[in-house]
């Protein structure tokens, strides 16, 4: 398992860029695309945290997120929208 080096600030901005498996255009389909964006709110909800800005391209994103003063568990809320996944997008692309 690799031994990541990461920055911890309690209540900061991250940004992040997330590629899907093997660079599939998984992000090019409108029902992906609401999936996501459902996904982010449910863990929003779980894990509270500000999307300052988000790029979706067909096969990554790049996310700019603001963590609750005194919180620093980023990896928690990226956590929570693994653990969702996309079924239907499963179903529909074969590639997740």
């Known amino acids: 398992m690799p031994n990541y080096r990461r920055a911890r600030a ?3 901005c991250y940004f992040f860029t997330v ?4 660079r ?3 992000f090019e389909s409108r029902d992906a695309q609401s999936l996501l964006g459902n996904v ?3 863990c929003r909800e779980r894990w509270p945290f500000v ?5 979706l391209l067909p096969d990554h994103l790049h ?3 603001t963590l609750p003063r005194g919180d620093d568990r980023y990896s928690a809320r990226w956590g929570c929208q693994q ?5 239907d997008v499963q179903n529909t692309t074969g590639d997740l």
């Open 51 to 55: 999307v300052n800005a988000m790029v």
């Open 10 to 12: 309690p209540g900061a």
């Open 24 to 26: 599939s255009p998984v």
């Open 83 to 87: 653990s969702l996944r996309f079924p």
């Open 63 to 65: 996310a700019m997120w």
């Open 40 to 42: 982010i709110r449910e």
């Open 19 to 22: 590629v899907t498996y093997r």
